[in-house]
């Protein structure tokens, strides 16, 4: 399948070359019905700052594959219209190709078992701002009615200088092209703000990266510490997995203690 067709978009949502045929071929016709049903519906979110991705039980994996890659250009220019720099634009939308990349370790094939988490990016309320994302969204919890959810994209090592730079950059980003909705509160919920991790790598970046935030609770999330560590989805076979990393262990040995992995939901002042 032809891909230098789609070089342009491919460079805009950092697709690999493993994965610019499978996503070539998807382009290869017109959308289907299903496919502009999805369309549809994240046009009907852009500009509107959601605060939950777009899920369905019967979704098919390719619908979405291709209603993405044949969206993203309208977020582009949606984000150029707002006078948001190319490159953060392209930065933020940049999780479509990793999404992909990491779909392969997980399954061994090209997919995208994550494409829910990115109709958010499709809503134009997402940025990643160096290190990090962040998630212009209402709260009537805050004061000024409006919060910054973080996420933590894989991309190496998480320096504390990294996260420093990445919220500055974060509070004069949203404070110059959104002067409309003011934040002074980040919120992250992640298995990497289970105090337990802390705890036992407490001088760990990820451990730094937590004590940033006031932890507010704590869900059951069994699984999310297995996913992000290992990128495995569910529970079997544990004993198979490697143990070699300080952080492989500490997720192993919990389970193996008859622990449960949480969710810890935190906040900051920005
Ligand atoms: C968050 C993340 C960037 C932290 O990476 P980091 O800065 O290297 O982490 P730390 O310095 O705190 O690592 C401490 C130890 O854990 C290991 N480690 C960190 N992340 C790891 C991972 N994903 N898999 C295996 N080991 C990992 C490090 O190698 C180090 O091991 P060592 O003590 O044996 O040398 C990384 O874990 C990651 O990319 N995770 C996936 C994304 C994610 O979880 N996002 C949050 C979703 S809610």
């Known amino acids: 399948m032809e891909t230098s067709t789609h070089a342009e978009l491919f460079k805009l949502l950092d697709i690999s070359p493993e994965d ?3 996503c070539a071929a998807l382009l290869a016709s017109p959308p289907d019905a299903d496919v502009v049903l999805a369309m549809d519906a994240m046009q009907g979110r852009l500009g509107s ?16 594959i291709e209603a993405l890659l044949r969206f993203a250009p309208l977020v582009h220019a949606h984000h150029v219209g707002l006078g948001i720099d190319v490159d953060i634009s392209a930065a933020s939308l940049a999780d479509v190709g990793l999404q992909m990349r990491i779909n392969r370790r997980v399954h061994g094939r090209f997919g995208l078992d994550t494409w829910s988490w990115l109709t958010l990016h499709m809503a134009g309320n997402l940025f990643r701002l160096g290190r990090l994302q ?3 969204v209402p709260d ?16 190496g090592g998480l320096s504390p ?7 500055a950059e974060a509070k004069a980003f949203f404070a110059h092209h959104f002067p409309g909705k003011p934040v002074t509160v980040a919120t992250c919920d992640s ?3 289970d105090p337990y991790l802390a705890e ?3 001088n760990s970046n990820i451990a730094a990266f937590a004590r ?16 992000f560590t290992f990128r495995q989805r569910g529970m079997q076979d544990l004993a198979k997995l490697p143990r070699n990393t300080s952080l492989q262990r500490v997720v192993l040995e919990r389970i193996d203690d008859g622990g449960t992995w949480q969710l810890g939901h935190g906040h900051l002042a920005l």
């Open 134 to 136: 962040f998630h212009l």
């Open 161 to 167: 200088a990294m996260v420093d730079d990445s919220f």
């Open 191 to 193: 298995w990497m703000l």
């Open 20 to 22: 610019a045929a499978e």
């Open 49 to 64: 700052f959601p605060l939950r991705s777009i899920t369905a039980e019967d979704a098919s994996e390719a619908t979405w």
């Open 200 to 202: 036992r790598l407490p």
């Open 212 to 227: 940033r935030f006031t932890l507010d609770r704590c869900t059951d999330a069994a699984s999310d510490a297995v996913y």
């Open 140 to 155: 009537d919890r805050h004061a000024s009615g409006w919060v910054l959810g973080v996420h933590i994209p894989e991309d």
